[in-house]
């Protein structure tokens, strides 16, 4: 590939993700290494799949954005920063926790194109959404939140708890990107497309949920009696582990969150949709077209599937020809 070609390819990806990442520096949504993550993603993306990718991508960055604007004058929101103790920028980790998955299926798109990349990206941005909004909206439920098995009444921000508020504010995020992924990302059927991707972010949100009830790390300050997120306390005084696996960090939990809103995206498009066989063939189709000029048959004007050039984003189509004649259509065939 020339240099014109590289950079005619890559130059507006490269523009597009860095513009991103400096406006949510500007905005103070992203520190430093978060900002240089946030540029390599969004690059990522847009040379995956154009605008189509970066359009789910946009949505979870400007909605997320906003909402934790939001968040942060509640009453609810302050609780949960004082749990979590992350500053309003996010950081490279967390940047890599929610986008790191999607852009392993971009990188997958570019290296080995497959309409099944597309669904495991948007259903790992809805499962991101979904959690990130069901924390910024959850912060501004009236009632305590309570955890997810038993139900105990805990303070916003324990990892593991839902509330009646959050849980809407996860179908929401969810139901966006779903949204605009049906709209954006390539094959037909979008609004199955959207519904299963809703799903998928939903899914990941419940695994996210159950997760940080059960194997996320959660420590308490010796000093101060109060549970927090972090090794160190803002204190001073160093962490006691009372609950979950120390390797268990939050980001751990959410780019788990990520893969499960992923992995069930692919399995609700990839199977094949059944559609109708076609009528058995009949006796002329069985003939040998003859290959003198004097016969000609009506098709010959047209390319048959076997022939026809297909790219990845082709592969999709239904090939009822190649089915006609009795080759099985290839996996690739999937509506994702
Ligand atoms: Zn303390």
């Not at 359009?55 to 979870?60: E, Y």
């Not at 609780?79 to 852009?103: C, K, W």
């Not at 991101?128 to 439920?141: K, M, P, Q, R």
């Not at 990302?185 to 996210?208: H, Q, V």
Request: positive net charge; aromatic residues 6%.
């Amino acid at each position: 590939m020339s240099v014109a070609a590289l950079l005619n390819r890559y130059a507006p990806a490269v523009c597009l993700g860095t513009a991103v990442a400096a406006a949510g520096y500007r905005r103070r949504a992203l520190s430093r290494s978060g900002a240089v993550g946030a540029a390599v993603v969004g690059a990522i993306t847009h040379s995956a799949g154009s605008w189509r990718w970066s359009a789910p991508l946009l949505a979870f960055f400007a909605g997320s954005s906003a909402l934790s604007r939001l968040e942060r004058g509640s009453t609810g929101g302050q609780a949960i920063a004082a749990m979590t103790e992350r500053g309003s920028r996010r950081d490279l980790a967390q940047v890599l926790a929610n986008g790191g998955v999607g852009a392993f299926a971009a990188l997958w798109r570019i290296a080995a194109p497959h309409p099944r990349w597309a669904s495991a990206f948007a259903g790992a941005y809805a499962a991101a959404n979904s959690d990130t909004w069901a924390t910024e909206i959850g912060a501004l439920s009236p009632t305590a939140p309570r955890m997810i098995f038993s139900g105990r009444e805990v303070q916003p921000g324990t990892s593991g708890a839902v509330t009646p508020t959050g849980l809407a504010g996860a179908v929401a995020g969810s139901a966006l990107i779903g949204v605009v992924a049906g709209c954006t990302l390539e094959g037909p059927y979008p609004l199955r497309r959207a519904a299963a991707i809703t799903i998928a972010g939903m899914a990941g949100s419940l695994a996210d949920s159950v997760a940080g009830a059960t194997i996320q790390a959660g420590y308490r300050c010796p000093r101060c009696r109060e549970a927090t997120e972090r090794h160190m306390h803002r204190c001073g005084t160093a962490t006691i582990l009372v609950r979950g696996h120390a390797w268990c960090s939050n980001e751990v939990v959410n780019a788990l969150c990520t893969a499960v809103g992923a992995g069930i995206a692919l399995l609700l498009t990839s199977p094949p949709i059944p559609r109708p066989l076609d009528p058995a063939p009949t006796k002329a189709a069985l003939v040998v077209p003859c290959s003198s000029p004097h016969h000609r048959s009506p098709d010959r004007s047209r390319p048959s599937a076997t022939t026809r050039p297909q790219s990845g984003d082709q592969l999709w189509r239904p090939t009822h020809r190649a089915r006609r004649g009795g080759q099985q259509p290839p996996a690739a065939t999937s509506w994702a």
